[in-house]
């Protein structure tokens, strides 16, 4: 299930189950958006982006939904693995300005 | 392909001394970003670069902290009199271009700054 820890929102799921990280973004000008990976001690890892003239795009085991009308992003996980567990991060780009991220979610995956 | 390098990665620091970061982008990128993370929060924005310009640099404090990317050598993020609030990672990315949407950018490994 998702909680709210002291920082960072953490969600727990099953090895093998379908993980779904959310996200809502602020600007509704935002017109591409990336989903980063970050593993402790490391830096932030491209997982996959996706325009706004698209609302769905798949990689592998990975797929980001993105919906402009409630300015929210997707991040689905297929048959989640023990090296998926990390924080996940979105963050959105205004026709080349600055990226700005989202808080993150913790995700931690169970034996 | 050698990726966004920083160094260092470990950095300890006394208040009131002075922290430089480096980065060198990845090949063929003219874009750096610097980002700040503190423990359990997310990245925040600090400064744009372009070679020998600065773009964007509405997210560093207006105090201590600048930043270059000079034509030649790496990008550098100087922090003087540090104090203890400055302890944290810094990111730094980097992009080909500006402007175009669908513009990624790769994140180093981060310098972790400690200040005692």
């Known amino acids: 299930g998702e909680s709210v820890g002291l920082h960072l929102p953490t969600l727990s799921v099953q090895e093998g189950d379908n993980s779904i990280i959310n996200c809502a973004y602020s600007?509704?000008?935002?017109?591409?958006f990336i989903w980063y990976k970050q593993e402790s001690g490391k830096g932030p890892q491209f997982i996959i982006d996706?325009?706004?003239?698209?609302d769905k795009r798949q990689g592998q085991r990975v797929t980001v939904l993105l919906n402009k009308t409630v300015k929210h992003l997707s991040l689905q996980i297929a048959a989640t693995q023990p090296g998926d567990s990390a924080v996940y991060f979105c963050?959105?780009?205004?026709?080349?300005?600055?990226?700005?991220f989202g808080p993150g979610t913790r995700l931690s995956v169970l034996p | 392909n050698a990726g966004v390098m920083q160094n260092p990665r470990h950095l300890v620091r006394r208040r009131g001394q002075e922290a430089r970061l480096r980065c060198s982008p990845m090949?063929?990128?003219?874009?750096v970003y610097w980002y700040r993370q503190l423990p359990e929060e997310g990245l925040k924005f600090m400064v744009y670069?372009?070679?020998?310009?600065?773009?964007?640099e509405s997210g560093m404090p207006k105090e201590r902290f600048s930043a270059e990317f000079p034509k030649e050598g790496p990008s550098i993020l100087r922090i003087q009199q540090v104090v203890r609030g400055d302890s944290a990672a810094y990111f730094c990315?980097?992009?080909?271009?500006?402007?175009?949407?669908?513009?990624?950018?790769?994140f180093g490994e981060g310098s972790w700054l400690t200040v005692v």
């Open positions: 963050a959105e780009n205004n026709y080349g300005q600055n990226f700005v």
């Open positions: 090949k063929g990128h003219s874009h």
């Open positions: 670069l372009q070679k020998e310009n600065i773009i964007d």
């Open positions: 600007n509704s000008a935002s017109d591409y």
């Open positions: 996706i325009r706004s003239n698209m």
């Open positions: 990315a980097s992009s080909p271009k500006q402007g175009a949407s669908g513009n990624t950018i790769y």
